[in-house]
């Protein structure tokens, strides 16, 4: 009946079914959720477009992936400037010039540098093996101890020592006074929701919600020549190399009818290791909203165990080791393409998501 049964109406299985559909492929988008558009649905909340699953900003230096997405919305000129709060203290995010100087009273990079150099040096870090050498490495123990360690150890589960180093990568560390998050060409949020965006390119596909792949895998299966699979990889192999570890997360979201602006921007971590959330997200600012009201969620780390979301993987050596087994696997199977953040067990951003599903549609089609 199908040419393509794709498990996941997230951005990846979205991508991949709008392709496939234009080449004249028949398709059936499955979900388990209620919902399309998998972590980067936004649902309207008192006019307010809430971020469901999380802040998402889209960002990349790829004008071939930014056109892409921008055939599917317009996108606002929002910069993403968190800040983060460390026990009632305002530093801002990532590392640059405005951090130096609220820690340490430093106004040139020459003095910033030094600073971070000499802490460094006092540290003994040559080659940073994990996640912890690795930003005293290149912000020195001040930085570490005050705006890295808590929120790490709250996001992850696990102390910075045990967690790889490319995950404080991710951060810019900038010698300017320049507080954009992100180093990439492009960046916005999309005007109307990220929701509309997955619903014009699912536009003319069969699509059904509430339907867990795995409740009637038979049945599904027999529907299509192919699968695209876009959930959990080891539980596609019914965990037969052992459970792949995820975080989750559970988002605690209010209205808030008594002020238009609770914490003047749109993302604030909380630093340190007490407060039990990692940050707390106003929506309205990601689009300069100007409602009477607001509406905020915090963010609230937690181990993953069956029944919760797999927000993300943690690619410690132990868990890539298992994934290798499981993409050998997969390998095997060419009636089946993995792809996304679960089935690849990849800390991918969107844009990352999407240049993989047009790299996956290029080598199907091609
Ligand atoms: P998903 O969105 O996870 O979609 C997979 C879908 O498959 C889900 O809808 C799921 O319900 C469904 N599914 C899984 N198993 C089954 C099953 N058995 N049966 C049926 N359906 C199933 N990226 C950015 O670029 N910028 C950001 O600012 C950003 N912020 C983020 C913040 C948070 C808190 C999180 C968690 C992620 C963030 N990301 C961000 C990453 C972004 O969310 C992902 O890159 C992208 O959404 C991944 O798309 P996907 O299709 O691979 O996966
Ligand atoms: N991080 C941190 N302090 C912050 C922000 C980030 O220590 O204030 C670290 C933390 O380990 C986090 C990682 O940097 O997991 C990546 O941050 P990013 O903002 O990219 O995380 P995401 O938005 O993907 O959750």
Not at 203 to 211: C, H, R
Not at 350 to 364: C, D, F, S, Y
Request: net charge negative.
């Amino acid at each position: 009946m199908y040419d393509y049964l794709i498990v996941g109406a997230g951005l990846f299985g979205s991508v991949f079914a709008h392709e496939a559909s234009k080449r004249g492929k028949n398709c059936l988008v499955i979900d388990q959720r209620e919902h399309v558009g998998g972590n980067i649905y936004t649902e309207e909340i008192e006019d307010i477009h809430v971020h469901k699953y999380g802040a998402h900003i889209f960002h990349t230096n790829n004008k071939h992936i930014w056109d892409y997405i921008n055939q599917f919305a317009e996108f606002n000129r929002y910069t993403n400037a968190p800040v983060a709060n460390y026990k009632g203290e305002i530093y801002n995010l990532p590392f640059n010039m405005n951090t130096f100087n609220k820690l340490w009273g430093v106004t040139t990079p020459e003095q910033a540098k030094q600073k971070i150099d000499q802490q460094r040096i006092a540290a003994k870090i040559e080659n940073p093996t994990n996640l912890e050498e690795q930003a005293i490495s290149l912000v020195g123990t001040d930085i570490y101890e005050k705006l890295i360690k808590g929120y790490t150890e709250k996001q992850w589960g696990r102390s910075a020592k045990q967690l790889p180093a490319f995950i404080i990568k991710r951060l810019p560390v900038r010698f300017t006074y320049d507080n954009n998050y992100f180093n990439d060409r492009y960046q916005g949020i999309p005007i109307g929701g990220y929701t509309a965006i997955i619903e014009k390119m699912l536009t003319g596909v069969d699509v059904k919600l509430n339907v867990d792949f795995f409740k009637e895998r038979d049945q599904l299966e027999a529907l299509a020549d192919k699968v695209v699979f876009t959930g959990m990889i080891d539980q596609y192999f019914d965990y037969q190399f052992g459970v792949l570890d995820y975080r989750s997360l559970q988002f605690e979201t209010q209205v808030l009818s008594t002020t238009d602006n609770f914490q003047g921007n749109a993302v604030v971590n909380y630093t340190d290791r007490e407060t039990p959330y990692t940050r707390i997200i106003e929506h309205k600012h990601f689009e300069f909203g100007k409602q009477k009201h607001t509406v905020i969620t915090r963010e609230y780390p937690v181990e993953w165990a069956d029944g919760l979301e797999p927000y993300y993987p943690i690619n410690n050596d132990q868990n890539n080791a298992i994934y290798k087994q499981y993409k050998a696997l997969a390998n095997k199977k060419p009636t089946v393409l993995f792809g996304g953040r679960l089935a690849t067990y990849k800390y991918y951003d969107m844009h990352q998501v999407i240049g993989e599903a047009l790299a996956t549609v290029n080598k199907e089609f091609e």
